[in-house]
């Protein structure tokens, strides 16, 4: 069965504190792994697609990085708008659906 | 713009009675999912449909939930009768299908008390 558990469950930043989460998952094969925001009372909005392990991509202060069993979000001098909970999925080789973690709250404050 | 839209934002129903969530998938995305959030579980998929035919609905309680759709342009979910454990947030969410990695774009939810 496909897995994915996100580490730490929330994590508090001063602005400017780099830090990473994680997103350590098992799965049969990885067609992709997917990092999403989610703002509270809204849907999760789409950030990045990893398709093989050291593949890196970057989105203002975020880059996301994958090897073959985790990946992380690097968050680099975050701000307060930074906020939000952050959700990794993975998706299997099959064209199934994703699996989601339960997410990283980040609360950045100023 | 493009975007999931999902009806009604908010619900307040009480236990016992008929709750039908309705979703218009992205124009020209062919596969639609309903994800069901709460803290406790996180985001657990429902059912999802490809080209209108449903593929997987092994994650709904079968004698309550039932997910359709009638059209390209329309998802339907629908509680019957609800229960207060049913209070949660339902996301529809689309994609294309296709291609590696399919991204999948989530609409604003549907926010459910059950009382």
């Known amino acids: 069965e496909d897995q994915v558990t996100q580490s730490p469950e929330a994590l508090r930043l001063q602005e400017g504190e780099s830090s990473s989460l994680n997103c350590s998952y098992t799965v049969s094969g990885l067609r992709g792994l997917f990092w999403y925001r989610q703002d509270p009372g809204k849907g999760p909005e789409f950030l990045f697609t990893l398709y093989s392990a050291g593949e890196e991509k970057e989105k203002e202060r975020l880059k996301a990085t994958l090897t073959k069993k985790e990946s992380f979000l690097h968050i680099t001098a975050p701000k307060p708008e930074d906020s939000a909970t952050y959700l990794c999925a993975v998706q299997a080789l099959g064209n199934t659906p994703l699996v989601f973690g339960k997410g990283t709250r980040l609360s950045v404050i100023a | ?115």
């Not at chain 2, 079968?62 to 949660?88: C, V, Y």
């Not at chain 2, 399919?102 to 926010?111: A, L, M, P, Q």
């Open chain 2, 1 to 115: 713009d493009a975007r999931v839209t999902q009806t009604p934002r908010h619900k307040v129903t009480e236990m016992g009675q008929e709750v039908t969530m309705r979703c218009q998938p992205i124009l020209g995305h062919n596969t639609v999912f309903w994800y069901r959030q709460t803290m406790m579980q996180g985001l657990e998929l429902l059912a999802y449909f490809r080209n209108r035919a449903p593929l997987d609905d092994s994650g709904m309680p079968k004698d309550r939930f039932s997910a359709e759709m009638p059209d390209a342009t329309l998802a339907t979910l629908k509680i019957q009768p609800s229960e207060p454990r049913d209070s949660a947030v339902y996301f529809c969410a689309s994609g294309t299908g296709t291609g590696t990695g399919n991204t999948i774009y989530f609409g604003e939810g549907s926010w459910l008390t059950v009382v």
